[in-house]
């Protein structure tokens, strides 16, 4: 059963930088696309972006000039940069794997990290 | 890309059967077969519970069932259980990329 556990800072101030990873256990980074997730009241759930095992990404192009990923396949984990944020970023952050680029299922999904952004 | 549209609540007693709609457009729900329904306790993650409109994870039981119609898709839940009040979100493909529904609080009287 593949599991996943994430964690990163939660209280960041105005233009600091959000970081998250995600730590899969109970299976590979191969053969699946490994996606961020945010939820926040006022936008519901918002695709952030996905990277594979190789290192190829993709971005929701509306954050896509603020969001890096990067993989550590040594550690089977992934993660999540998003530079210059601001009070907007605020809400839960979830990791969680897909079969395909088309994201036409994701699970699981990790547990969420909570992050505000408050001067 | 616009949010798909779900109507904000529904609710059914016990053992009766509610159903969740999911309104899209030609550009996603009614485009692709790649809608997929989630389901959010509170204070957890989504959890999948249908994917490809109709099919469902192994270990979600077969009271949760999908469909599609047009450019409107549905989630039936049969035989309702206390358990599965919830909050239910449906996701589907835009050629690009993925949109969700605002979500539905499905309240079990």
């Known amino acids: 059963q593949v599991l996943l556990q994430q964690w990163g800072a939660g209280l960041l101030k105005p233009s600091e930088t959000l970081s998250l990873t995600c730590a899969v256990s109970g299976g590979s980074l191969s053969n699946h696309y490994w996606t961020w997730i945010r939820q926040s009241p006022g936008k519901g759930l918002e695709r952030i972006g996905e990277?594979?095992?190789?290192?190829?990404?993709r971005f929701n192009p509306s954050l896509s000039s603020r969001v890096s990923l990067s993989v550590d396949t040594s550690k089977n984990q992934f993660s999540l940069r998003m530079t210059s944020v601001t009070a907007a970023d605020t809400g839960v952050y979830y990791c969680?794997?897909?079969?395909?680029?088309?994201?036409?299922?994701?699970?699981?999904w990790g547990p969420g990290t909570q992050v505000t952004v408050s001067s | 890309q616009s949010a798909l549209t779900q109507p904000r609540s529904v609710s059914g007693s016990p053992g009766q059967s509610v159903n969740i709609s999911c309104a899209g457009s030609?550009?996603?729900?009614?485009?692709?077969?790649?809608v997929s329904w989630y389901q959010q306790h509170p204070g957890k993650a989504p959890k999948l519970m249908v994917y490809?409109?109709?099919k469902r994870p192994s270990g979600v039981p077969d009271r949760f069932s999908g469909s599609k119609s047009g450019n409107t898709a549905s989630l039936t839940v049969s035989g309702l259980q206390a358990e599965d009040e919830a909050d239910y979100y449906c996701?589907?493909?835009?050629?690009?990329?993925?949109?969700f529904g605002g979500g539905t609080k499905l309240t079990v009287l």
């Open positions: 990277i594979d095992h190789s290192g190829r990404t």
């Open positions: 490809d409109v109709t």
């Open positions: 996701c589907s493909y835009t050629g690009s990329s993925v949109v």
């Open positions: 969680a794997r897909s079969s395909s680029w088309l994201l036409n299922w994701l699970d699981p």
């Open positions: 030609s550009s996603d729900v009614g485009a692709y077969i790649y």
